[in-house]
C-alpha cells in the first residue's frame, strides 16, 4: 500500500513510524512533514491547509489511505475532497469536524444529545453577551467558537476578567473570525482527563488513556502550552469510569452524528472534567492528540492500518484491537522561551546517538534539515519517546535519551510520567 499523512507535528511523525512497521504498507509520503519523517516517509512540501494541491498529488499519486492530522484541513473539508476524487481517507468530514471547528455547533450538539456538558449561552452579538455575563458572575468561561489553535478558551475569575475576555474576542477580534460567535459556560472544577477512541460511525473503540502535562514547567507550574510531555497508560480513572464515559459521552456522538446524517469516522476525543465520581465534556476534537499519539501508538499491538482501512470500511467491530502491558514516556524538548518568544535555527546535537537507545524513538516535531544537520525550527521541536514494562522504567529510558540531545537554549521538564508513578504508589 502506498499511504500519505498529512500534517507536520510530533503527532503526524508519530503516525508515520507506526505506519511504516505495517506489513503491507511500501511506500509513505507526508505533506509537509519535518525534519525527522523524511527516514521513513517522501516529504512533499505541501502545506496541510493546501486542500486543492493535495487533493491533486494524492490523485496523480494513487494513495490507497490518506491520513489526516491537524484539525484545520478536516475543517477546510480536505476529507470530503478526496472522498469525491475517490480515495480512502481516514478523518472526519468538514460537517462531522464541527464537533471541533464550532464549539457553538459543539455545545448544541451535546444538549441536542443528553450528553452531560456545562450549561452555557452562544452569542454573535456584544451587549447581549454582556447581559448573559451581568446573569452570571465569574469563575466563567468565555470561549471563541472557531478553531484558534488551542487559545480560544478563556478561564475568567473575575467578572471584570470576563468582560474583558469579550472585549477582546469580539471587539478586537485577536483570534479573527474564530470569534464571530461566542460561547459563554460555567466554570467547573474537578480533574481534566481526555478520552480518546477510533469509530467507523457506529462502533466506538477507545485507545489506551494517556495523561498530557500541558504546563511550562515542573510541578504544573507556569504558562500553558500544546503539552510538555504524556504518559501511558493512565491510571488515576479506574476502567469503570472510563467506561462510562464511553457510554455517556463517545458513543451518543457518534450515534447523534449518524441520525443527523453527518457519519462520524476517525478519532473523536472528548476533553472531560471529573469531580467525585461525577463529569462533564469540555470539548471534543477530531483527530488525534498531540503528544498522546506519540505515547499511544507505540502502545498499539494491533496494525494500526488495519484499524484505520476498518473504520473507513464500516468494520471496526471486526477488529480485535490489542494494547501492550507495557509503559510509554514522550518527553517534549522545547525552544527556550516557549510558548512565548523564542529563537529557531539551533543545531540539534546527540539525536544519532540518543536515537540508538534501546526502546526509544525521537519523533520530531519543529525540526528542519539544513543539509547534513537538523536545526529547531519550532516551540516543541522533539517528542523523545520511551517504552519499558514499567512506567518507572519508561521514565528513565526517555530520560536517558533526553540527556544526550542538546541545543542552546533547550527547555525541557524534568517530571513527566512522575504523577503515574504517585497513583501507582511509586517514588517519582
Ligand atoms: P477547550 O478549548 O474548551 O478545551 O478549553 C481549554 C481549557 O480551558 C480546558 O482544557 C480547561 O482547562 C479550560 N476550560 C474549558 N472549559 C472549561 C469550563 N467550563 N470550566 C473550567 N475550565 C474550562
Known sequence: MKVLVVGSGGREHALVWSISRSPSVEEIHIAPGNGGTGEAAVNVPIAATDIDALVEYAQAQRFDLTVIGPEIPLALGLSDALRDAGLKVFGPSAKAARIESSKAFSKDFMRENRIPTADYGVFHDHKAALGYLAGHPAPIVVKASGLAAGKGSIVCHTDQEAREALSRIMRDRVFGEAGDLVVIEEFLSGQETSVLAFTDGNTVVPMVL?????????????????????????????????????????????????????????????????????????????????????????????????????????????????????????????????????????????????????????????????GDRVVTAGGRVLGV????????????????????????????????????LKVQGGTP
Open 210 to 370: 494517556s495523561q498530557d502535562h500541558k504546563a511550562a514547567y515542573d510541578g504544573d507550574l507556569g504558562p500553558n502550552t500544546g503539552g510538555m510531555g504524556c504518559y501511558a497508560p493512565a491510571r488515576f480513572i479506574d476502567s469503570a469510569l472510563q467506561e462510562r464515559m464511553v457510554n455517556e459521552v463517545l458513543q451518543p456522538t457518534v450515534d447523534g452524528m449518524r441520525r443527523a446524517g453527518t457519519p462520524y469516522v476517525g478519532v473523536l476525543y472528548a476533553g472531560m472534567m471529573i469531580s467525585d465520581d461525577d463529569f462533564s465534556a469540555l470539548e471534543f476534537n477530531c483527530r488525534f492528540g498531540d503528544p498522546e499519539t506519540q505515547v499511544t501508538v507505540p502502545l498499539l499491538e494491533t496494525d494500526l492500518v488495519t484499524v484505520m482501512l476498518a473504520c473507513i470500511d464500516g468494520k471496526l467491530d471486526s477488529v480485535d484491537l490489542r494494547w501492550s502491558d507495557k509503559a510509554c514516556v514522550c518527553v517534549a524538548m522545547a525552544s527556550g522561551g516557549y510558548p512565548g518568544q523564542y529563537k529557531r535555527g539551533y543545531e540539534i546535537h546527540g539525536l544519532e546517538q540518543a536515537g540508538q537507545l534501546p526502546n526509544t524513538v525521537i519523533f520530531h516535531a519543529g525540526t528542519k534539515r539544513e
Open 385 to 420: 519517546t520511551a517504552w519499558d514494562d514499567d512506567l518507572k522504567g519508561a521514565i528513565e529510558h526517555a530520560y536517558s535519551a533526553v540527556d544526550l540531545i542538546h541545543w542552546p537554549e533547550v527547555m525541557f521538564r524534568r517530571d513527566i510520567g512522575a504523577k503515574g
